[in-house]
């Protein structure tokens, strides 16, 4: 009997490369076997580039066998035409024997329009295997989807007792809390996310790049809250070096790369954050402010995951950290930090 999951795994297995360059498109892994092997694979080129269903054919030696073939995905195969041609029309023109799907594509413009038509063309289609997987895998998509918003991130360092940041006497600085490894790690979760958000006191207090300096990949775009425009454009995330989006309640003319956003800060902020973002198309941000902003989220139930680093250090007094209620999912250690893992089902 053939073990489908085991395909499906790899397909999720080869679709993480694409995460943070495939967007907005999602990032698919497609997997071509022939009598039980393997002998196709792909995953979704950065976007303009090819799909993933597109990538495993063509990485195909003989055309000839996929007649008699099966060709897994985690997503539903698209049906209209974007960049690209659909997906579904290429594994018709091909003739696949067997279409092994992870899960149902929520888009309108897809939403079991590319099964119907590889059924229609008399293809085996088999839809479901691995489900919650693929959809965990596809959570920034299915997010913007189908809660019109994108999929939002909380992270924060924080002492073994409770603080995010100390009280200064004078002018304030930026404090170390986790260690240079954890450190990378936080530039690894950046790269595979679309935009990374910070208050006004952070901005000014950390005088944050917030850019992917320590790991290889994209830089997210930057987003700050700016209320009274406090910022002073002398600071980082006014260089103009990655687009940065200004959320303030007083709009100015844009510049290079700086796009202002005007919102009502005495209304609730979270959500109207979320209306800016998804008004950039923007899938997924990292809630990287101090403890106000983050709570701001928190208090609205407008988050999604969150990863919380504790350092080996203790203030004796400062800025207390955010609260949140749900239970851990996961706890790890990175020498003497201890990062723990909250999801918000």
């Not at 990374?196 to 990949?217: E, F, H």
């Not at 997210?220 to 260089?239: A, C, G, Q, Y």
């Not at 998804?278 to 969150?306: C, M, P, R, Y």
């Amino acid at each position: 009997m053939i073990n489908h999951e085991f395909y499906i795994k790899r397909c999720l297995q080869i679709a993480k490369n694409g995460i943070g360059t495939s967007r907005p498109n999602p990032s698919v892994g497609a997997v071509i076997t022939h009598q039980n092997k393997i002998i196709g694979e792909g995953f979704t080129s950065p976007y303009g580039g090819n799909h993933a269903e597109v990538n495993a054919v063509n990485s195909v030696k003989n055309k000839a066998l996929l007649k008699e073939a099966t060709i897994y995905v985690t997503l539903e195969p698209c049906s209209h035409f974007g960049k690209t041609p659909p997906c579904a029309d290429l594994l018709v023109k091909h003739q696949f024997k067997n279409v092994v799907i992870g899960t149902v594509d929520s888009n309108d413009l897809v939403a079991g329009k590319g099964i119907d038509r590889l059924e229609k063309a008399g293809i085996n289609v088999i839809v479901g295997v691995l489900e919650k997987e693929c959809r965990a895998h596809h959570k920034r998509f299915f997010t913007v989807q189908e809660k019109k918003r994108p999929y939002i991130i909380l992270k924060w360092a924080q002492t073994q007792n409770g603080f995010i940041a100390p009280h200064f006497k004078n002018e304030q600085k930026p404090v170390w809390i986790s260690n240079t490894y954890s450190q990378q790690l936080v530039h690894k979760l950046r790269s595979k996310e679309h935009a990374i958000l910070v208050g006004t006191n952070t901005a000014i207090a950390d005088n944050p790049k917030l850019n992917v300096r320590n790991w290889s990949g994209k830089n997210p775009i930057r987003i700050v809250l700016d209320k009274s425009l406090r910022i002073p454009k002398s600071l980082n995330v006014f260089d103009g070096s990655i687009k940065t989006i200004v959320i303030t309640e007083t709009k100015l003319e844009d510049k290079k790369n700086v796009i202002f956003e005007e919102i009502n800060f005495s209304e609730n902020i979270a959500k109207q954050i979320c209306v800016v973002l998804q008004k950039h198309k923007i899938q997924s941000v990292i809630i990287e402010g101090g403890t106000q902003t983050l709570q701001t989220f928190i208090d609205a139930n407008l988050w999604d995951e969150a990863t919380i680093i504790i350092g080996n250090v203790l203030f004796e007094k400062g800025i207390k950290a955010p609260i949140i209620k749900t239970k851990k999912t996961k706890e790890i250690n990175i020498q003497n930090d201890v990062l723990k893992f909250y999801k918000n089902d």
